[in-house]
């Protein structure tokens, strides 16, 4: 089964509002990433967070890491039309070089 | 400017014929992987290499055989394709030095197996 698992698998919202998307995974980690696709397109790396790290901001992106709950969310705020993508939380397993992705949040944002 | 090239980006092609999916990156990356994504199952690693020469297993190795005989490319070799293999396969490379390991993806190659 996956590590990673994204909630929801997909959400609409409207043009400035926030969006949140949550990322459960299984065991210990070094560190969680996320990430966006566009529709079909290659993968772009957003943010990392490390396993001894709490929060973390990049622009209008927000992450947390709880290890305790083995969680994560990424926060979007003020959401923009072209927000709309998948978005993929990726954990890379303690003392292995693999790296994990989960199953993706589809956003739309409608203008 | 840095990028991860694949070629083909799109292939159609009938079981059991051998195929080979390039991977090229200019970023001097140690690291790269090949990932396969499905509908409802998102992106499962297939092989990754920490270096030259230096190759292992993914979560779906089943298939496929890799090499890393240069450090900029990572090529993704299916001796006998399968219908199950039909997929959106990438191609990543990473950066080992430093702190943060930033996957860099590749444009995707679309394959389908008739």
């Known amino acids: 089964s996956q590590q990673g698992e994204e909630d929801p698998q997909a959400l609409s919202i409207q043009e400035g509002e926030n969006a949140t998307m949550n990322c459960s995974y299984k065991t210990s980690i070094n560190n969680l990433q996320w990430y966006r696709q566009n529709s079909g397109r290659g993968l772009v790396h957003l943010i990392l967070?490390?396993?001894?790290?709490r929060e973390k901001h990049s622009g209008r992106l927000r992450v947390t890491l709880d290890t305790s709950k083995k969680s994560s969310s990424l926060l979007i705020t003020a959401s923009r039309a072209a927000d709309t993508a998948s978005y993929f939380c990726a954990t890379d397993l303690y003392n292995t070089d693999k790296l994990i992705f989960g199953t993706g949040t589809r956003l739309q944002v409608f203008p | 400017e840095a990028q991860v090239t694949q070629n083909p980006r799109y292939l159609i092609t009938v079981t059991g014929k051998k195929l080979t999916v390039t991977c090229s990156q200019n970023m001097n990356h140690e690291y790269m992987s090949w990932y396969r994504q499905d509908p409802g199952l998102g992106l499962r690693q297939i092989y990754y290499?920490?270096?030259?020469?230096?190759?292992d297993k993914g979560d779906v190795p089943e298939g496929y055989k890799v090499s890393r005989k240069e450090k900029r490319n990572f090529p993704l070799i299916l001796e006998s394709p399968s219908p199950n293999q039909t997929s959106l396969y990438f191609c990543a490379s990473s950066s080992l030095q430093g702190a943060d390991y930033e996957q860099y993806f590749g444009p995707g190659t679309r394959l389908t197996v008739t």
């Open positions: 290499s920490m270096n030259v020469e230096v190759t």
């Open positions: 967070i490390r396993s001894n790290e």
